[in-house]
């Protein structure tokens, strides 16, 4: 069975610090999928990354930077010079290809990041 | 206008109550979703369909049902409310299996 470990539930970091978001998964399959999710105060689950099983190269967007290595089944995401707008819950989600039950994602438990000015 | 749309958003029910989320989306996605979010244990999957004639139940599917009316609407009902029925509930939507799914802005009910 999948699953998806965010071993910080809270952090908490000055504006403008780097913060680092840990994401360890479990799979017994090759072929997957990994997503993190934000979740600000308003609710919303906003989409932020989708990175395959296949596709080990680092990613970054702006002020966001993802670290996926499949030897240490980890992916981390970590944001550079936080904004008090970064402010969110994240979570890391995983989904597996599987032939009768389709694209179901494994949520981790999410980590609250605070960032204070 | 945004592509996924849950109504109601706020809900307040009393136990035993008969209630039911709508989830409508112009995305055009075949595959749509029911999640629930409890604090502290993330989401989990209540039901998912991939189109109008296929329904799935998820891991925690017991107290709820579901309706595809049509390829842009999926409803879930709770038949009789209880009181650890209150959470964040969410709807997504997908085009392919694994491809990325799309969140409604949630429905956040309370059962009395």
């Known amino acids: 069975a999948q699953k998806v470990t965010q071993a910080q539930t809270e952090i908490s970091v000055v504006e403008k610090e780097d913060v680092t978001l840990d994401c360890v998964y479990e799979t017994r399959d090759t072929t997957y999928y990994l997503f993190w999710y934000k979740q600000p105060p308003s609710g919303e689950l906003v989409f932020l990354i989708r990175r395959n099983s296949f596709d080990e190269q680092n990613e970054i967007s702006g002020r966001y930077s993802w670290n996926f290595q499949k030897s240490t089944s980890s992916f981390n995401f970590t944001i550079t010079a936080s904004q008090v707008v970064d402010s969110a819950v994240y979570f890391c989600?995983?989904?597996?290809?599987?032939?009768?039950?389709?694209?179901?994602?494994?949520f981790g438990e999410g980590t609250q990041l605070t960032v204070n000015p | 206008d945004a592509d996924v749309t849950q109504t109601p958003r706020n809900r307040i029910t009393k136990t035993g109550k008969r209630i039911m989320l709508e989830c409508s989306q112009t995305?055009?996605?075949?595959?749509m979703y029911w999640y629930r979010q409890d604090p502290g244990l993330g989401l989990r999957l209540i039901y998912y369909?991939?189109?109008?004639?296929?329904?799935n139940k998820g891991e925690i599917s017991d107290g709820y049902s579901v309706s595809r009316q049509a390829q842009a609407k999926f409803s879930l009902s709770l038949e009789s409310a209880i009181p650890n029925q209150t959470a964040l509930y969410f709807c997504?939507?997908?085009?392919?299996?694994?491809?990325?799914?799309?969140f409604g802005p949630g429905t956040r009910l309370l059962v009395l």
């Open positions: 997504a939507t997908s085009e392919h299996r694994l491809e990325t799914q799309y």
């Open positions: 995305k055009g996605h075949d595959r």
């Open positions: 369909s991939f189109d109008v004639k296929d329904i």
């Open positions: 989600a995983l989904s597996e290809e599987e032939e009768t039950s389709g694209s179901r994602l494994t």
